[in-house]
């Protein structure tokens, strides 16, 4: 089945630098990989989301790319402010039917003022 | 939030105790899920739901079952708690032909 490796499992950045969060999937019928936010205490919500007919999509500060062919995907943001500080998660699906969704392990991202 | 509400927020259990947990949502969404979120594995599919009567089984379904006798409502339970399942359990929602799916709050669960 699929398998979801993220890195890293915690990061720091200065406000008004950037991030890049990374994940890689091992199934190549993966067609769908969404991130997800979740702050202190709250269910999982999506931010930005990706298929694979597409290498990168962008959502104001927040932008994904993909390469299919290495089986990987990273999130990028763009001038952090201190309400990014959450924990993001990486999934892959098939995108068909039921969305079973295999999820990355999280990464704390932590936005120092 | 979807219109998902989980209950209960949270509960304290007893080893070998059956427990149930229930995801209602309110707009009629066919397919629903039970994850499991634990530090160092991120969330883990327990089993899902595509109709009435219709489900199966995902990632981590051992020591789990389910049933969804109406739309609005999937229940997971616990038949014989282990510590093991101390966990926070989400329940989340996929409107029929989207991709994008809704989570509930959660529920924390500590067996003891």
């Known amino acids: 089945g699929e398998n979801v490796e993220q890195h890293p499992s915690t990061l720091s950045v200065q406000e008004g630098d950037s991030a890049v969060i990374k994940c890689t999937y091992s199934?190549?019928?993966?067609?769908?990989f969404p991130w997800y936010k979740q702050e202190l205490g709250k269910g999982p919500q999506l931010i930005i989301d990706i298929r694979s007919n597409v290498g990168e999509k962008k959502d104001q500060r927040i932008a994904v790319t993909l390469n299919k062919t290495a089986k990987h995907f990273s999130l990028h943001i763009t001038e952090t402010q201190p309400e990014d500080s959450a924990v993001y998660f990486c999934a892959a699906s098939t995108g068909q039917g039921a969305q079973k969704l295999v999820f990355g392990q999280g990464t704390r991202l932590t936005i120092n003022p | 939030d979807a219109g998902i509400t989980q209950s209960p927020r949270h509960k304290v259990t007893e080893t070998g105790t059956p427990v149930t947990l229930r995801c209602h949502q309110t707009e009629n969404h066919r397919y629903m899920y039970w994850y499991r979120q634990d530090p160092g594995h991120g969330l883990r599919l327990i089993h899902y739901s595509y109709g009435v009567k219709d489900t199966d089984k995902g990632e981590v379904s051992d020591g789990y079952s389910v049933s969804r006798s109406k739309t609005e409502d999937f229940l997971l339970t616990l038949e014989s708690a282990t510590s093991s399942q101390t966990s926070v359990y989400f329940c989340?929602?996929?409107?029929?032909?989207?991709?994008?799916?809704?989570f509930g709050q959660g529920t924390r669960l500590t067996v003891v």
């Open positions: 199934d190549s019928a993966s067609n769908y």
């Open positions: 989340a929602i996929t409107q029929t032909g989207g991709t994008e799916a809704f």
